[in-house]
């Protein structure tokens, strides 16, 4: 975010100060997450975006260009100091991926649910993104639709990582960019129905966008629950990926203290993990869905199974 607005501010006043803050941005950036090749892209398409702001395309032009050799550079050294790095597939199987991180990235609670009550909320969510889509077509200024699409085009190319390595917490910019896009069209409609109508209808159009935020909003909680739940030290999911650097599992060196490392040893011996043969045990009743690891999820005072394996792509 700090970068988009690096790039906005340098379009608009052309300093050379924000165009260098651009440059450290982008790469910080790329150190740290996949989406940060497709900054680019992204920062383009914003401006596309800012009406007002398509005089100064030179500018836009020049961070572009900046943020794409910032990419490129990271992205050679990348080939020559990472072997075996993650790569893009150009599949069915990737075009899949992507499709579920788009699907998903749509969906407070995430697309994949498990129990009535969670499917519930993803059935009326639908629902209601449905509805919202015909009357906003029908009634939305030219204007918004193009915000709206530009909007969508956005999540869908910060979804594009997912076709090298599709990792769950890589859906939080696509997310906020479509729920923006959903801002978008329940404000554009909230403005159109009063001014066009007025009258019992108007009322009920906020009715139907009130309960469409409130079912938004319970999914987002609730998924925020069950991340927390995943992240809880005695999650077995989590357990095991932890020991991984506990029991030294890695091939190349790790970065842990070794005050942090004892801490986690002792945990781990708290819960009677003490050896790989444990943890081999740890790993076969966490695959089997061990009845009394379902149990501890009352509890979470020993290993226990959170209801989605936050990971995978069950938990998209």
Known sequence: MALVHCFIVWVRDGRL????????????????????YLLFAASLLVWALLSGYWKFWRRALVGTL??????????????IFVPN???????????????????????????????????????????????LFVLFVR?????KLLQIVGVCCLGCLLCSPAI???????????????????????????????????????????????????????????????????????????MLLDAKLVFGLYDGPTSVPEKRRAAARARFAAAGIITIEDLQRLYKRSVERDPE?????????????PKYEYGSEASF
């Open 17 to 36: 100060l924000h165009l260098c803050l651009l440059s450290l941005c982008a790469s910080l950036a790329v150190f740290t997450r996949e989406e940060a």
């Open 66 to 79: 900046c943020l794409l050799a910032v990419a490129a550079i990271h992205f050679v050294l990348r080939l």
């Open 85 to 131: 790095a993650p790569s893009p597939k150009f599949d069915i199987d990737a075009l899949l991926t992507l499709w579920l991180c788009i699907k998903s990235s749509c969906y407070p609670g995430g697309y994949n649910t498990i129990g009535f009550v969670d499917g519930m909320l993803g059935h009326l969510w639908a629902s209601f993104l449905a509805l």
């Open 139 to 143: 009634m939305a200024r030219a204007v």
């Open 164 to 238: 090298a390595v599709a990792r769950p917490y890589g859906l939080a910019l696509p997310t906020l960019a479509f729920m923006t896009a959903i801002s978008i069209a329940a404000m554009e409609l909230y403005k159109q129905t009063r001014l066009k109508w007025g009258d019992w209808r108007h009322y009920a159009v906020v009715s139907f966008l009130t309960l469409g935020m409130i079912i938004g909003i319970t999914g987002g909680l609730r998924r925020s629950w069950y991340v927390a739940e995943f992240l809880n030290q005695n999650c077995a999911f989590r």
């Open 293 to 305: 690891y379902i149990q501890n999820r009352q509890t979470r005072t020993a290993p226990f199974l």
